[in-house]
């Protein structure tokens, strides 16, 4: 092996057992056993994927929610429109017959 890989080799492998002394001193800190810390850490993951669901359903329930709501606005104005219309209807016959009530 040419001299430079076998630095390199050395290096990674350096970097390597200093990675996997640093994990064992924190658990050592932790004081709890690696299979308890690691179901620890795939329940904190399995909860903050939950979580990121449970905003993404309740982001597409107030956008669901938004919807209705401009719907139902839209819907009583036009109900609104309407009402104005049907009394200018009636105020137009009411004049009308008041006028052909004076000729």
Do not use: W
Not at 36 to 43: G, M, R
Not at 68 to 77: F, G, L, M, R, Y
């Amino acid at each position: 092996m040419p001299k430079l890989k076998r630095q390199q080799h050395h290096m990674a492998k350096m970097r390597s057992n200093k990675k996997i002394y640093q994990i064992h001193k924190l658990v050592d800190q932790i004081g709890l056993p690696l299979p308890k810390i690691h179901n620890l850490i795939e329940n904190i993951i399995e909860t903050e994927h939950t979580n990121k669901e449970q905003t993404c359903q309740a982001t597409q329930t107030i956008n669901e929610l938004s919807e209705s709501q401009k719907a139902n606005a839209n819907e009583e104005q036009m109900f609104q429109t309407i009402r104005d219309m049907t009394e200018q209807q009636k105020a137009d016959t009411n004049e009308e017959q008041m006028f052909q009530t004076i000729h």
